[in-house]
């Protein structure tokens, strides 16, 4: 609405000076009788304006090819005449010929995106992350939130306790794992372990993102569509911990199974990565849905130095399951093998 007034205002302003209208033989009758004081020939509007001898004021306009037969009758006559060599309103032309078509084809994308990912008064969110950055004084979620999965928290212990005095590990020469994989069931803390490796990071200054795969994909493929997905993969690979949740919850198709192997190839082996699933890790190449070579690029790049380690039991949400034991089962996967060791409780 606001491109609308500003057009019609300059519209308005580019107009030559109003006259009384009379036509075109008219006034070369009025000019032939001597009845036309002056004459104000407008070369852009194709119009002529200025006094009659009565004192009135007309205007008139004529076609282009008739200009110069104008010119010769009016000079024939005697008229004084004055040529203003204007143009049509150039700034007008260009809002008409350039900004609208743009505005035009920039709304139409706008629409398009929005559809394509749901719709239903998203018009202006296809760009926004669903991430959820932690910061320091964000709550809360810690390793005792997570009840009867004590095994889980002692063998997550070595990564706690690197996120917590860093400085004790890098003295020993010990670098931080690289990953850490977490499987199994619904409900069975997954999440809630992420989100305590992740609180524990920010505590020691490390940038954390949450967000769940299909969030992250869909953030990827809203900023190729804008232009800046270079930008945005440039960012997300420099964050100190990323966190993906429900990792194989949707099929990957192209181009969100491309994205994804780009960032966990562009974050391998220098910075960490977090990733739950509801599948067993020898399932989550199901999660690509057709390219089972980027399924084996990808999921060997998380799973190297990495813990993987399969939650198992009855769903935490569940009101009619008794609260789990003291010490839970828990399976952990030797970081240097893809066999599976069970660990008994301490």
């Not at 057009?7 to 001597?34: A, D, K």
């Not at 932690?134 to 810690?142: M, R, W």
């Not at 670098?175 to 069975?188: D, H, M, N, Q, Y």
């Not at 008794?322 to 030797?334: F, H, M, R, S, W």
Request: proline residues 5%.
């Amino acid at each position: 609405m606001g491109t609308l007034v500003f057009l019609l205002v300059i519209s308005f302003m580019g107009r030559g000076p109003e006259g009384n209208q009379i036509g075109l033989t008219q006034f070369e009758t009025e000019v032939e009788r001597g009845r036309v004081a002056d004459a104000v020939i407008h070369d852009g509007e194709q119009s002529v304006t200025g006094e009659l001898t009565d004192g009135s004021t007309y205007r008139t306009t004529y076609p282009t090819e008739y200009a110069d037969d104008l010119a010769a009758l009016l000079k024939a006559a005697g008229v004084p005449t004055e040529v203003d060599p204007q143009k049509p309103n150039a700034l007008l032309g260009t809002l008409i010929t350039v900004i609208l078509p743009v505005l035009l084809i920039g709304g139409i994308l706008l629409f398009v995106l929005s559809r394509s990912q749901g719709g239903g008064g998203r018009v202006m969110q296809f760009g926004r992350s669903k991430h959820k950055t932690v910061a320091k004084d964000q709550p809360k979620t810690t390793f005792a939130d997570v009840a009867g999965v004590d095994e889980a928290i002692e063998e997550l212990e070595e990564v706690k306790e690197y996120l917590q005095n860093p400085a004790k590990f890098q003295a020993m020469g010990a670098k931080i794992p690289r990953g850490v994989l977490l499987f199994g069931p619904p409900g069975t803390g997954k999440s809630h372990l992420a989100q305590a490796l992740g609180h524990c990071a920010v505590r020691q200054g490390v940038d954390v993102v949450f967000t769940s795969c299909a969030a992250l994909t869909q953030s990827l493929n809203a900023a190729r569509a804008t232009g800046v997905y270079d930008r945005k993969l440039a960012t997300l690979s420099r964050v100190g911990l990323l966190i993906i949740d429900d990792f194989g919850l949707k099929p990957l198709r192209a181009p969100a199974d491309e994205d994804l192997h780009d960032l966990i190839a562009e974050r391998y082996e220098r910075v960490a990565t977090i990733a739950t699933s509801n599948l067993d890790f020898d399932e989550w190449d199901q999660a690509f849905a057709t390219n089972q070579l980027l399924a084996s690029a990808t999921l060997d790049r998380l799973r190297h130095n990495a813990y993987c380690l399969e939650l198992d039991g009855p769903s935490y949400r569940d009101p009619k399951v008794p609260p789990a034991p003291k010490k839970g089962p828990a399976k952990v996967l030797d970081k240097s093998t893809t066999k599976g060791a069970d660990h008994a409780a301490k």
